[in-house]
């Protein structure tokens, strides 16, 4: 088992940042791949970012590209993702993810946190 917890989350005005962090307890932090997915209201969950088990590679949706950066600290257990020029489509619940060997974006498996509300006004 792996134990997931999300923070960081908040309200912020469009063009704002923020810096969501995962801490992860149970198993071997560095054997999982990581992920960050979001749902907004009234829509499927979306795949956001993902970054390798030793951190050497990462993925994005297009959406976020040039915006977000998914990044982690082995020593620590955690996964972070910095969110430069928020816009207001990005407002959701984010959520991150666990899995081994990589994340699949379409159809993630693994475990998961219990998410973090970010909200982003216009």
């Known amino acids: 088992q792996v134990q997931l917890v999300e923070s960081g989350g908040g309200l912020v005005q469009a063009g704002g940042s923020l810096r969501l962090s995962c801490a992860a307890a149970g198993r071997t932090f560095s054997n999982y791949a990581m992920g960050w997915f979001r749902q907004a209201p009234g829509k499927e969950r979306e795949f956001v970012a993902a970054i390798s088990r030793s951190g050497g590679s990462t993925d994005y949706v297009d959406s976020v590209k040039g915006r977000f950066t998914i990044s982690r600290d082995n020593a620590k257990n955690t996964v972070y993702l910095q969110m430069n020029s928020l816009k207001p489509e990005d407002t959701a619940v984010y959520y991150c993810?666990?899995?081994?060997?990589?994340?699949?974006?379409?159809?993630?498996?693994?475990?998961w946190g219990q998410g973090t509300q970010v909200t982003v006004s216009s």
């Open positions: 993810n666990a899995d081994s060997p990589w994340i699949n974006p379409r159809s993630p498996r693994g475990y």
